[in-house]
């Protein structure tokens, strides 16, 4: 009984993108009534994670699993394809992206702007999620390439919201540089498609190999470059860091924890399902290692905590290479584990810091201090995923990292332990950053801050009662702390259920380097035996002009 | 061959204008770099003229391949969309940095 309806399920995949895209066109029908909005957006949202931790609970058990949409056979059709890796992905993003929507939409109601522009807010959110969910399904390039664009237009409109000078400014470094990235994509996807005569991925799976081995380096460089400018993969990270701090806190937040995931993601499809072998692995370690170095060099230097934070972002990005570049499953395994890690870690700390910003009425280090003793719950919020993130025993951050180095040190090459060595003293460093956010922001009293904010120093004085008349500050809406905690305390149970979390990424990533379960799901299971026809074959190509 | 050097010539273009301060002229240019792609992915089809791919009405052997075309005009109303947001975003924000650099607020006349 369970059997058939989580098979049932998997075959009507494609709700977890129509579900947002019509909340969506609902939400924005209702713009002038806000409450209805909100109670639309987060219904559908909740919808979309129940049905989406189902999906994962049928790939769990049945594998993966192919929906041919609008009953057109495979490798012509629109294919949807649900395995592990997939599944996974899908409920971590929604389920941050949930949390980020409840503290958003509290921040929206305690700051009450009814109204005005952010009426746009929860439809374009709900088309971002949508954009997302539609990414991590496709099963073909076209398809994930419109999975980009509805997630970036939906980005584009979120980073610039309000229309104010910084966030103008922000918004056209980024736009420019997603819509360059977009543009190498599609000429990609059209010399693929003028190469094998598909785009389905399971299809170019079996016919990419068979092209000369020139060719496919072009292919598959062509494709990395587009994704690894949405992932920020050094060199191509250094648009990140202008860009998302200037946005309001819970949209930097959610494109931190989720929009570049969706370029990893892209990028694990590529290198394990498209392109399989280990001909640019070493490529990738080389650039592994300076994703991670230079990101945390750069967030050494930072004053700001969103700005720090967007370089370790950039930076923890390496990891994610560095378990594709060594190209194991334990090291792939490690890598899928990782990127629910980073998304949740991540999003929960930028969650924190806009917490912080509304205590204390700044995100720079020179202006905060005494913070842990103004708000020890905020202390909290904070520390957890702070050592999360740097990577100490026994959170997630460290099981991650482990992982990745056992997958480094069996594959045992010079570059591989040169690799190791970079990750270890990037998570130092990591430790470093943070650490020195604690100490200054948390720990050191107000008054020895170089530049206390007037906020601080009235809340401070208001929690010491030295103010006569108890003037009302802006206080932490409940709401807002709850979404975070619920996020950290998601962060802590990646820690708790990493037996059964590590056996799940060990078996998405054996069967992504296997392929026989993707491929045969798609194009059924005697998918390797006859060898397709190319439809384009001598006599339909030619023809005469008129 | 021509289809080949129009990509080009687009290609070249729209790059040089991506790489100037105005924002109009980098508007120009992402349009004339899309349209690069979208000459691309047509020549991926059959660039010879052929019929249309209509079932039942036309010999197979002779129609058009339709997954190029369908791929060019989902590509051209995206390009539209994000065309549109970006001249938005153009007239928000004009002339907010052709004049005082940001970062180091030194001014310099026009």
Known sequence: MIHTVLAFLASVAPVAVALPIFGAALAFVLRRNPRAQRIITIGALSLTLLFEISLLASAATHGTQAVQLGGWEAPFGISMVVDEFSALMLVVSTAVSLAVLVYATAQGIADG????????????????????????????????????????TASYVLLTLGGTAPRIRAGITYVVVSVVSSVLFLIAIGMIYAATGTVNMADLGLKLGELAPGLQMVLHLMLLVAFGVKAAVFPLSFWLPDSYPTAPAPVTAVFAGLLTKVGVYAMVRTETLLFPGDRINTLLMIVALLTMLVGILGAIAQQDIKRLLSFTLTSHIGYMVFGLGVGNVA?????????????????????????????????SVDRLGSLAKLSPLLAILFFVPAMNLAGIPPFSGFLGKLGLMQGGVSLGTPVAWILLA???????????????????????????????????????????????????????????????????????????????????????ARHMYERTPYIEAVLGPDAFEGYVPDPRSPEFVGGEGP | ???????????????????QREMVRMVFGVGLLSHAANFLLLASGVPAWRDEPLVDRMDLAQAADPLPQAFVL????????????????????HNDDTRRAPETGETHEK
């Open chain 1, 331 to 363: 090291a792939l395994g490690a890598t899928v584990y990782y990127v629910a890690h980073h998304i949740i870690v991540q999003t929960s700390l930028f969650l924190v810091t806009g917490l912080i910003e509304r205590r204390a009425g700044s995100s």
């Open chain 2, 74 to 93: 989902t590509a051209i109303v995206i390009t539209l969309a994000v065309t549109i947001f970006m001249l938005a975003l153009a007239v928000l924000g």
């Open chain 2, 1 to 19: 061959m021509i289809l080949a050097m129009t990509v080009g010539v687009l290609a070249a273009g729209g790059t040089y204008l991506l790489l």
């Open chain 1, 422 to 508: 970079g990750a270890v003293v990037t998570s130092l460093l990591t430790l470093l950053a943070v650490a020195r956010v604690w100490n200054r922001a948390f720990w050191r009293r107000a008054e020895d801050a170089e530049d206390p904010h007037p906020q601080l120093l009235a809340s401070l004085a208001e929690e010491d009662g030295t103010t006569a008349v108890a003037t009302r500050r802006r206080t932490l809406p409940a709401t807002m702390v709850g979404a975070t905690a619920a996020l950290v305390a998601l962060g802590v149970a990646l820690t708790v259920f990493a037996g059964p979390l590590f056996e799940f990424s060990d078996q998405a």
């Open chain 1, 113 to 152: 702007d009814e109204d005005g522009p952010i009426s746009i807010f929860h439809p374009t959110y709900l088309v971002l999620v949508a954009g997302i969910s539609n990414a991590f399904l496709a099963g073909d390039l076209f398809n994930l390439y419109v999975g980009f664009e509805i997630l970036l």
